[in-house]
């Protein structure tokens, strides 16, 4: 199936100060668009061509680089867009509290960890919450990779490549980090995708 671009689920100027309307501009109308046009070049006449998306992710790690660094990126930014919202950060719904507490310690635990991931990847890529054998587990990733490949269920990613933050803090991720955990992150959505993961 070809890939499109989705449109974001909020006014690009929604989610300032925290990301600018400039850095949405450009992230998903210029980056995320080049992932679903160089994708979709590379999908015709490939073996996956007919594939679900997820298919083609999972298929194409360690077989064929340029398709899956470009499959691998729009999965990303897919649900990059669905896990913030205008007014985020916050207290967890109970279940997902109950579940991120019994696998990390804690919510503050899980932020720390969080973030401490996104600060030490190492160049582009990203870090994330996944379900892991029924447990909640944070990792990080290089490039296009997401849990996905690792045997995991994602269930939140921060873009930690610069075009997500360099226009809003320069070089200053950890900021970007905590403002993504503080003030963006739709919790009620991880949730959701908690429910979808464990079922
Ligand atoms: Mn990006």
Known sequence: MAFTLPELPYAYDALQPYMSKETLEYHHDKHHQAYVTNG????????????SLEEVVKGSF???????????QHFNHIHFWKWMKPNGGGSLPG????????SLGSVDKMKEEFIQAGVTQFGSGWCWLAVKDGKIVV????????????GATPILGCDVWEHSYYIDYRNRRPDYL??????????????????????
């Not at 360690?62 to 691998?72: Q, R, V």
């Open 40 to 51: 979709n070049n590379l999908l015709k006449g490939s073996e996956w061509e007919n594939k």
């Open 62 to 72: 360690g077989k064929n680089a340029g398709l899956f660094n470009n499959a691998g």
């Open 95 to 102: 279940t997902l509290e109950k579940a991120v507490t019994s």
């Open 139 to 150: 990792q990080k990733t290089p490039n296009g990779e997401s849990p996905l490949v690792h």
């Open 178 to 199: 905590k403002a993504f955990v503080d003030h963006l992150v739709n919790w009620a959505h991880v949730a959701e995708m908690y429910q979808q993961a464990t079922k």
